[in-house]
């Protein structure tokens, strides 16, 4: 899918700081260089793989027999999302839905590329409801749900087959079809970006036709049906939302279901800066930095990078054998060997720049390389900054400029470790946490669960693009950047979810996304290697003492210690603090349980938050420091509390908010992080706490200069994220 291509490059970072070590050695300022004679120059250079870069771009078929897979199979295959307990199985036909119950079946993962054909077969048997047997749907928001929620649903019944959408749409399609579904009935959906055709049979039986603001249905001949908005659909620029097939409390059969996507474009360079600087242990591609251990040289008058950070940067997946580097990218594999003056192209040697090797580490020419790829290098002697760009263009001066301002904030910002100026208010009063028994932890959101949403409600937009909380790459991919970046735990905020019940789940779909997706995350998050614990943020917040009382709370935290800490298909994963696992409970802004919350329980490490502790005066002394709370979110200077006279915790934002953009601390290009870290700092505090990684949310968070979130962005490329890697290094005295 899309969305995995572009994780594959956004996790330069991440497995630049896990790989590099492995490939690459602190270099001394010269390096111990060794080279082989007879290296062609890069001018000489003069084959390319253009060709071979043929994207065969997110193909896939995910296709599922039901008379070979059982129930318990399908729900353990991460491609399958089966909803309800009710199916059984005959062998001969597939799943066989029950006459009393909703039972849905289809992928976990949204239809993000075009053409696709979405498959299912069907047998709709008789239903104690009439007409309503078996249906499949299309455009659905959720993976998990039956067609109550959303989607276009098609039912089959006879020889007729009906569109519903919930509150938009429900008309007759075909009552003439030319058998009986209950025979069985193979139903198709071909989509393109801005049509669906639908078949039943090969029989083409009707057209969806979108746009942004509806979507019209059309029968065989092209005569309209019927036609409404978009609201309980998925239908965006890029997006199809997911395909779901269910039996609607009935015995009708689900045969299979497959969903196919192939698709070629030829490769073109794109219009992206590549930046490189002599001496830096980073490099760009345009607002996104790639890090490595070694800093890009310049040799023989041309600037080499290190092969690994190269390949990254061009999209190219990679494998390190030895003094080896293999790539691939399309249909193209290459192989670079220390010493060797030749490229292996598809197993054939071809003349290319001898590979440096320095301190271990394999180095090839930026120029040459980029030249292979239909690119041209440029190095500007006064800046030395080396770009590349497509061959034959013009480089925007825009964009030499973020490529200069990009290493003088990197320079200036996130590789300075020197003390700012912060208040020192509390500082030696206590005691300082030494440096190994440091703890970083950061607040982590499971809420999103609409792409649609994110233009309206967010204030920018994850460098990976939106996503679904659910969705297993992007929690993978948050796993290995904090696992690199070297956090303790997350703390996943359920702090309005005190209320929600399991039943109330079924039609809450933001509650449900909150949960469902947290027990994914746990899933997942235990095959990461280092990956952060996980410990959650329970309310009763804003719910009130009432739901405290009446045994909400208790009942809530019931379900996190028996569904996370007690559940050993999730391990270790659960963050243990103190001795026990580490629960958060928000008291709402402002705190609306007392200076000592009364609630407890002995099963946890019990720890209370409010946000703005520092602009409630009952929850601290005049040296900052609160006895009970700690704070989900602080104006400078930050409050702190202690544990055996050493400073515990302080939490530190990008930024903060306040009533007007002149009350705000804003971001200030790292301004306000590096300062608040530089606080807990001086306290020489035991933990810190990050909010957050990735609120998104603009209710909150007005406008990108005012946002918290550490999350990579479009907005601001990694910077962030990177100058938060280096703050938590600089916290724990690894620098």
Not at 130 to 155: M, P, Q, Y
Not at 202 to 229: M, P, R, Y
Not at 292 to 306: F, V
Not at 320 to 326: P, R
Request: overall charge negative.
């Amino acid at each position: 899918m899309k969305r995995i291509l572009t994780l594959i490059i956004l996790s330069s970072t991440l497995l630049s700081l896990l790989f590099t070590a492995s490939c690459t050695k602190n270099s001394t300022e010269t390096g111990a260089l060794s080279e082989t004679e007879g290296a062609a120059d890069p001018a000489e250079i003069s084959f390319d793989i253009t060709e071979l870069l043929l994207q065969t771009r997110n193909n896939f078929t995910h296709s599922f027999d039901f008379t070979e897979c059982t129930v318990g199979t399908c729900k353990a295959n991460k491609y399958i999302s089966l909803t309800g307990e009710s199916f059984t199985r005959d062998k001969k036909k597939g799943l066989v839905g029950s006459d009393r119950e909703i039972g849905a079946v289809g992928f976990s993962e949204r239809i993000v590329t075009f053409p696709y054909t979405a498959e299912a077969y069907l047998y709709a048997n008789d239903s104690r409801r009439g007409d309503e047997t078996v249906k499949a749907g299309i455009l659905c928001r959720l993976a998990e749900h039956t067609h109550t929620s959303s989607g276009l649903w098609f039912s089959f019944a006879k020889n007729t087959v009906k569109a519903h959408i919930q509150g938009g749409l429900d008309c007759t399609v075909t009552n003439s079809l030319p058998f009986d579904c209950k025979d069985g009935v193979k139903v198709s959906f071909s989509g393109t970006p801005n049509e669906i055709k639908v078949s039943a049979n090969e029989t083409h039986i009707a057209t969806v036709q979108l746009t942004e603001s509806g979507l019209s249905l059309k029968d065989s001949n092209g005569g309209e049906l019927a036609k409404c908005g978009t609201d309980n659909v998925i239908f965006e620029e890029g997006t199809h939302g997911y395909f779901r097939v269910e039996t609607d409390r009935c015995k009708s059969i689900i045969g299979s279901i497959s969903l196919s996507h192939t698709s070629e474009e030829v490769f073109t360079p794109d219009e992206t800066v590549y930046a490189f600087m002599t001496e830096r242990g980073y490099s760009f591609k345009d607002k996104q930095a790639f890090m490595h251990t070694a800093k890009t040289k310049m040799l023989d008058g041309k600037i080499y990078a290190d092969a690994v950070t190269l390949f990254k940067m061009f999209d190219f997946t990679y494998v390190l054998d030895g003094e080896v580097v293999k790539a691939e990218r399309g249909n193209a594999s290459l192989a670079v060997t220390s010493g060797r003056p030749f490229m292996s192209v598809n197993g054939e040697e071809k003349p290319f720049t001898s590979v440096k090797s320095i301190d271990g580490g394999l180095y090839m020419c930026v120029d040459s390389f980029a030249k292979i790829l239909g690119y041209t290098a440029s190095f500007d002697s006064a800046s030395g900054i080396c770009t590349v760009y497509p061959a034959n263009s013009e480089i925007p001066s825009d964009k030499k400029t973020l490529a200069a301002d990009n290493f003088k904030l990197y320079d200036e910002v996130v590789f300075n470790y020197d003390d700012v100026e912060c208040s020192k208010t509390g500082v030696g009063k206590l005691a300082s946490a030494p440096f190994e028994e440091r703890i970083v932890g950061i607040s982590y959101t499971t809420w999103h669960r609409n792409t649609k949403t994110w233009w309206k409600n967010t204030w920018g937009t994850p460098i990976i693009g939106e996503y679904e909380s659910q969705e297993e790459d992007v929690l993978r991919y948050h796993a290995e950047l904090l696992a690199a970046a070297d956090v303790d735990f997350v703390f996943v905020d359920w702090s309005n979810n005190t209320t929600i019940s399991e039943v109330t789940l079924e039609t809450a779909e933001d509650f449900r996304m909150i949960e469902h997706s947290t027990y994914k995350m746990f899933e997942i998050w235990k095959t990461v290697p280092n990956a952060p614990k996980i410990a959650l943020f329970l309310g009763p917040g804003h719910a009130g003492q009432s739901n405290v009382d009446n045994g909400k709370h208790q009942k809530k935290a019931d379900q996190v210690y028996s569904s996370f800490v007690e559940n050993e298909e999730y391990g270790d994963m659960y963050y243990y603090y103190e001795g026990k696992p580490l629960l958060i409970c928000y008291g709402a802004t402002p705190n609306q349980y007392g200076e000592n919350p009364k609630w407890t329980d002995d099963r946890f490490t019990i720890r209370w938050m409010t946000g703005y502790v520092g602009q409630q005066p009952s929850l601290y002394d005049r040296k900052l420091c609160s006895e009970r709370f700690w704070s989900w979110e602080e104006r400078s200077p930050q409050t702190y509390t202690q544990l055996d006279g050493v400073v515990e915790t302080v939490t530190c934002s990008a930024a903060t908010r306040g009533e007007s953009e002149e009350s705000s601390e804003l971001r200030s290009n790292g301004t306000t992080l590096k300062k608040q870290v530089q606080r807990a700092y001086n306290l020489g505090a035991k933990m810190i706490i990050f909010t957050t990684w990735n609120e998104w949310t603009s209710s909150e968070q007005k406008n990108p200069e005012r946002s918290r979130d550490l999350e990579p962005s479009v907005e601001y490329g990694t910077f962030y994220y990177d100058l938060m890697c280096q703050q938590i290094k600089k916290f724990k005295g690894k620098i």
